[in-house]
């Protein structure tokens, strides 16, 4: 801690966690749309039943880690800030359709990146730009007066609001992860393939894993690192400034995330012979992706995150925006898929 600036352990802890999701995605197959696409229209649920396993690993070891006084789930901005039904379900639809346009996600992006695909780096620094422009720039005061998001006036979420019925909070922990748990393995595909299963385990505690360590960052620190765990949107941005600017400091458990995910992806694609550059051949697909990677950028911020960063580490706090804006997300893609795959004609 005295010799090493504070900001770059954070970052390290980003690191490390980035790489395991890198793997993931690479080696187990974990990613968003992909799931999405392979269910609806390759009748294979395979890859949607791993977010089970994903989800039910990250709820256990974020709620449990919690209750043993390593995480400060408060510390957190989906806990300390009030949540807005509307931004979630705004920003998740307008996330979801530009997910489905850009052809990834922004944790999608990175992943296919660090596999040789030029054309997710066209998205991820698109995406990355008009995240800010939502965040900090021109369209920012639009958002604020919109989608307001003061500090909470007191507990929130669904273990409190539960709580407020009379459930035991241990009992509403194991329920909704053991929940997605039997839904996970009650598919045979998946219980078929102890690898991806493992992956999956290992993507959930990860996400656990980043709020472990800034927590502990964030004691010893009095507040000065932030209580985050893994998210694509702002916090490639993030990145992108710290890169740009890096003498002015900068660096953060974010930006040790990204370049995380990518080297995870890079090794993960080395190890099974799928790296390849690649790029995009028809200049009307790269318009779509850029135009569905700006709207990801917009809506990722509404929505205070992404696939990932609501859809898994919010969902992991058990904040009632994780799974809402997860719903609207799904929601948005569903609807994109259906323009680019089946053009809105009747089935």
Known sequence: METVPIGVLAALVGLAGGVV????????????????????????????????IVLAVAILATQFGARAGLIDLGGTFYHAIQWNVAGSIFGGLVFGYGMALAGNCGFGALVRFGGGDLRSLVVVVVMGIFGFVALSGPLAPLRVMLFPQPDATGPQGILHDLGQLGLPPVVVILAIAGGFLIWALAHAGLRQNPRQIAWGVA???????????????????LGEISVEGPSFTAPVGRTLIYLMTATAGGITFSVGSVVGVMVGSLTGSILRG??????????????????????????????????????????????????????????????????????????
Do not use: H, N
């Not at 696409?37 to 977010?51: F, H, I, K, N």
């Not at 993507?203 to 620190?221: D, P, Q």
């Open 21 to 52: 999701l890198g793997l993931a995605a690479r080696l187990g197959d974990f990613c968003t749309l992909g799931a999405l696409e392979s269910a609806v229209y390759g009748r294979d649920q395979t890859r949607m039943r791993l977010w089970g």
């Open 203 to 221: 993507a959930g505690l990860a996400v656990a894993w980043g709020f472990m360590g800034t927590s502990w960052l964030a004691a010893e620190s």
């Open 274 to 347: 799928l790296f390849r550059w690649e790029a995009c051949e028809d200049p009307r697909e790269l318009g779509r992706q850029v135009g569905g990677a700006a709207l990801m950028g917009i809506g990722g911020v509404v929505a205070m995150g992404c696939s990932v960063g609501q859809g898994v580490t919010a969902f992991a706090t058990l904040a009632w925006s994780g799974p809402v804006t997860l719903a609207a997300i799904v929601a948005g893609a569903m609807v994109g898929l259906r323009q680019l795959i089946a053009g809105y004609q009747p089935d």
